[in-house]
Structure formats: structure tokens, C-alpha cells
């Protein structure tokens, strides 16, 4: 028996030292093992892989599309969307990603900008978590969980790229790896954007530097990357600057009629708090509890700990402190005599989301699970059964993000397909052999006419090349929606909740009507059919529409005006188009 025991104490001696062992190792190429396995789907899938579409497919890839079709021509619109939109009306979200669209077909680019998203993610996670604990394990953990998060890949690294910033700030800060640091720094200003995560990391770092000035620490590189980021953003973004400051976008855009919705304080604090929000899922639902038992049990022993801990413990608190005052914040600028301020403005202040600094959570998260764990991950031995621990603790939010990821939803749709998962897939959106019929029907250059689209998404025809008058844009003339809008007049009378969506918002200008509302995917399987349709085709006819691709029969196209010249659709194609001709 004693012998036994001396055999288990040896084994478990041994696994915390391979453990320790293992933990001074580099372990960043394990970013590289994960993105192979993640990338095998869309390998075998290829066209039939599967993405969000809602905010990415339908409308931000058609920036980098049309910013990439027109990349050499100094023009001011682009005339495929919405009857010719302003340049300022479709500007992507990174800059850095538009030659990919120019040399690259569109899904082998828009892949391309997701494994450098994946591998950003991965990596800024990894060398942040590794400098701040020291940790290769923790720092796997930390990095792998991040990178697997449903990141939109139309965003840059808006939200993916904000630990590599971190690392970047942090090298600044001990004056090492500048040239890479600045590198970067550039690489992040290139593939992000001002308005969704820019103004936010400024504000942090601008902050850094008046706690360093406070404590009388100066710091050079610190202020040069500062600096170096707002230069770049302001080269960037320069026709924003334009706009803003010289009052030079040459039009009134839609957004002066935007009205601002607002939310319950209390309520909208919880959802961040658990949730976060739009486009920055986080998925740490599951991880606040076991943070908050860490933090709590780290309080019980701090007076008992070294110096080293205990500044490890006060970024905890700090960390904390930061995540709940974003939720606090975002409640605030929801908050009723907030929105009513905003509402009662003009420009700029009246469409600005301040709020979006939420966009931070997904790395505020992961970076206070790993320095939480990393209170007690060197703390005495047992790195075995710490190991088990952070396994029994992280097991839901592995779940949690294994089903939100990419990876799922592909190999989901390996194994089962569109008729059991009912995913839609590239090839089956964008139904290019589709939107090759229409253009063989009509039988004319695509220049030479526009299009629009009732119940479904104009994206298809766009990223075909077809022009349309119809379109999903966060800016574009206030007199081109109102134009827009006397053709569906009689239909928003019949809708008044239609009608509030697309006079308070506006961004999608589509064909709302009154019998499908604001629904613009139905596909051909739905079997839909308007009835006593009340659009006016005059109107259509002013803003340069000849033909309608319709997702369902119109019964009273004759009495609009409207010549049937057949309906399409393919074996792959989610859409069935009924095409009319005005």
C-alpha cells in the first residue's frame, strides 16, 4: 500500500512538473494548428459554406465590393447602388481588405480577411495574456476562447484586433519591440475603423498617458504610438474629417431624420452586462460566476500575499470595475432623457453611438479570466488538478462558444445540410447561376438599367453586378429616400409599423410594403403572393427602375404596370425571383 501511495505522489509530481514545464514553453503556434482545423470546412464546403448574413453579407461586404470595383477611378459615386451613391455612403469598415476584393474572388477574399481576424485574435489574446501573467497555458486558454468567437469579418479588427493593441500598448510602455509595435499599431489603424472601435481606444489611451503624466512618469513611445494610431485614423478617415469639420459631404444625408429608440436603464445594463450586444458577442455568460468566486476568494487571502499578487489582484478589481461601468454606460446613452437629447440634435451628435464602447467586451472578458486564473494558477502545486478545475469551470463556456463559432456552424452543415440545419449558404445567397438567368432574360448591359427588389435582398444582384435603386447603406442622401419613398407612400398608409421603420431608420431602402412588411429574405420554398400591392411606378420609373425582381407573384401587376417576363430559380438558389418588367 505505501508503496502504491509513493507511486501516485510520484506520478503527480511528475505531471506538475511537465505542466510547469509546458507553461514557460511559447505555445503561439497552437494559434496555427487551430486555424487549419477551423479552415478544414470551408475548405471541403468551399461556396456552400455557411455565415451570418444579417449586417455582413447583405450590406458591409458590398463596401469592400464596390470600393474594390472602383479602386483605381477617382470617382464620387458608386453607380451601382441605390440610383448612385456617394462614395461616403458604402466606406468599409477596414481599408486595409479592399485589394483583396480587387485581386481575389469575393469568398476566397472574404476568407482571407477571416483568418486574419482568426489569427489577430488569436495572437493579440495569446502575447497579451502571456505578458500580464507569464502563463502559456493561460494565455491558450485565453487566446483559443477568443479567437473562436462568431467575429464578423466585415468589421476588421475592430473587436478581434483589440487585445494585439493591448500588446502593442504594453511593449510601448517597457520600451521594447518598437518597430514591431508601430507595425501594428498600423496594421490596426488599416483594419479598423474611427466611429466603431477607434475613437474608443484612443480615448483609453489618452487616458493612459494622463495617469502616467499624474504619476510623473514620462514616456516618449507611449505618447509616439499615440500619436502614430490617431495619424493614421485621421488619413484614413479623412472625407469623415471632411464632413465633420469642413462641412464638405456635398449632400444631407438620411441620418437627419433618424430617431434614436430608447431602452429601460436597468434592463439595458443587465443585457450588456451578461450579453454584451450587437456584433461584439462575447458569449461570457457562463465565466461571470466563476470570476466573481475567484475574485471574491482572491480579497480572503490578499493581505497574505506578495507583492507581485496583489498588483495582479488590483488589475482584477480594475477589470471589474471597467465591465461593469461599460454596462452602465451603454444603459446610460439608452436612456430615455439621453435619447431625447440626441434626438433633438443635428448631424453628427444625433447618429453617433457612443455606446458602441461595448465593442471592448469580448477582449475585457477573456483578458479578467485569465489574470483571475492566474491568481491562482502559480499559487503552491497541484498544477494537475488546477488544470481539471479551469476544465470543469471553462466546460460551459467551451460549449457556449463551440455552438456560437464558425466552426460549428460549418461542420454542422457537412454533416446534415441545408434541409436539416437551414442554414443558407454563400453559393445559395448570393445564387450567382440565378442572377446569371435574370441577366440572360433581360438580355441588355447592366449599366444600361436598374433593378429593385421586393422581399428579398438587393445584395445578390449587387455582387453580380447588376444596378440597383433599392439598398442597405448607413449614409446616403436624405432626398434620394425621400424620392425612394413616394413609390411605397400607399403601402406604408396601410403599415404604420413599416412605415416607422423606414422613416425613423431608413437605412435599408427597400419595398417595404404592407403585405410582408420589413421582411426582405423570403425564399423561393415560402410561396409568397402580393396582394393589392399600392406601389407607385411612376415613382420607380423617376428613379431610373426598369424591372423588379420579385420573391413572390404580384396578383395586380397588371393594374401597376408591371409585365411578368418569368419566374427563376435554380436547384442551389435560396431565392425564386419572379421578374417583372415596368
Not at 495574456?129 to 487566446?143: C, F, N, P, Q, R
Not at 483594419?191 to 493612459?208: D, K, N, P, Q, R
Not at 426582405?520 to 431610373?544: N, Q, S
Request: hydrophobic content about 50%.
Amino acid at each position: 500500500m505505501k508503496e502504491k501511495t509513493e507511486r501516485v505522489r510520484e506520478l503527480i509530481r511528475k505531471i506538475n512538473t511537465g505542466i510547469t514545464w509546458l507553461d514557460c514553453l511559447p505555445l503561439w503556434w497552437a494559434g496555427v494548428v487551430m486555424a487549419v482545423v477551423v479552415w478544414i470546412p470551408f475548405i471541403i464546403l468551399r461556396e456552400g459554406s455557411v455565415f451570418p448574413i444579417h449586417d455582413q453579407l447583405d450590406e458591409t461586404i458590398m463596401a469592400y465590393v464596390l470600393n474594390a470595383r472602383h479602386l483605381w477611378e477617382k470617382t464620387a459615386f458608386f453607380p451601382e447602388l441605390l440610383g448612385g451613391i456617394p462614395v461616403s455612403g458604402m466606406q468599409p469598415s477596414a481599408v486595409l481588405f479592399i485589394p483583396l476584393y480587387a485581386v481575389l474572388p469575393a469568398l476566397t477574399a472574404f476568407l482571407t480577411q477571416y483568418l486574419i481576424v482568426f489569427l489577430a485574435g488569436f495572437f493579440g489574446m495569446y502575447f497579451s495574456v502571456k505578458e500580464l501573467t507569464g502563463s502559456s497555458i493561460l494565455a491558450v486558454i485565453a487566446g483559443g476562447l477568443f479567437c473562436m468567437l462568431p467575429f464578423q469579418p466585415v468589421y476588421g479588427l475592430s473587436v478581434a484586433g483589440v487585445p494585439l493593441l493591448l500588446w502593442c500598448f504594453l511593449c510601448l510602455y517597457q520600451e521594447r519591440h518598437i518597430v514591431l509595435s508601430f507595425l501594428l499599431i498600423l496594421l490596426f489603424g488599416l483594419s479598423t475603423h474611427l466611429v466603431l472601435i477607434g475613437y474608443v481606444v484612443l480615448g483609453f489611451w489618452a487616458l493612459a498617458i494622463f495617469v502616467m503624466l499624474l504619476r510623473k512618469r514620462r514616456n516618449k513611445w507611449v505618447l509616439f504610438g499615440f500619436c502614430w494610431l490617431t495619424g493614421i485614423y485621421l488619413v484614413v478617415n479623412y472625407r469623415l474629417f471632411s464632413e465633420l469639420v469642413m462641412g464638405n459631404g456635398g449632400y444631407v444625408s438620411h441620418r437627419e431624420e433618424l430617431v434614436n429608440g430608447a431602452a429601460p436603464f436597468w434592463s439595458t445594463v443587465r443585457e450588456v452586462f451578461l450579453n454584451s450586444a450587437q456584433h461584439a458577442d462575447s458569449v461570457h455568460r457562463y465565466l461571470i460566476l466563476p470570476i466573481l468566486l475567484m475574485a471574491a476568494a482572491g480579497a480572503v487571502i490578499y493581505k497574505k500575499s506578495d507583492n507581485e499578487w496583489k498588483k495582479r489582484y488590483l488589475w482584477v478589481l480594475t477589470g471589474l470595475v471597467l465591465l461593469i461601468g461599460i454596462a452602465f454606460f451603454c444603459g446610460f446613452c439608452k436612456w430615455q432623457p439621453v435619447v431625447d437629447f440626441k434626438n433633438s440634435c443635428q448631424g453628427f451628435l444625433r447618429y453617433f453611438q457612443a455606446e458602441r464602447v461595448y465593442w471592448l467586451y469580448p477582449s475585457l472578458w477573456y483578458l479578467e479570466l485569465a489574470l483571475c486564473l492566474s491568481l491562482w494558477w502559480r499559487r503552491g502545486a497541484w498544477q494537475g488538478l488546477k488544470l481539471f478545475v479551469i476544465f470543469l469551470l471553462m466546460l460551459p463556456t467551451l460549449r457556449a462558444v463551440k455552438e456560437n463559432s464558425y466552426l460549428y456552424l460549418n461542420v454542422n452543415q457537412i454533416n446534415n445540410g441545408s434541409g436539416i440545419t437551414g442554414y443558407i449558404s454563400w453559393e445559395s445567397y448570393y445564387a450567382e447561376d440565378l442572377m446569371q438567368e435574370l441577366e440572360e432574360a433581360i438580355g441588355r448591359d447592366m449599366s444600361d438599367y436598374r433593378v429593385v427588389h421586393l422581399g428579398m435582398s438587393p445584395a445578390p444582384a449587387l455582387m453580380h453586378g447588376f444596378y440597383t435603386v433599392d439598398g442597405y447603406s448607413n449614409n446616403y442622401p436624405l432626398t434620394y429616400k425621400r424620392r425612394f419613398r413616394r413609390a411605397i407612400a400607399g403601402e406604408l398608409e396601410k403599415s404604420p409599423d413599416t412605415a416607422v421603420y423606414f422613416d425613423t431608420w431608413g437605412s435599408r431602402c427597400y419595398l417595404f410594403n404592407s403585405c410582408t412588411g420589413t421582411s426582405w429574405m423570403l425564399g423561393k420554398d415560402m410561396g409568397i403572393v402580393y396582394e393589392g400591392l399600392e406601389i407607385d411606378t411612376e415613382a420607380l420609373r423617376k428613379l431610373g427602375c426598369e424591372y423588379i425582381f420579385s420573391a413572390g407573384a404580384v396578383e395586380n401587376a397588371e393594374e401597376l404596370g408591371w409585365k411578368l417576363k418569368g419566374y427563376y430559380e435554380t436547384e442551389k438558389s435560396y431565392w425564386g425571383v419572379w421578374l417583372y418588367e415596368l
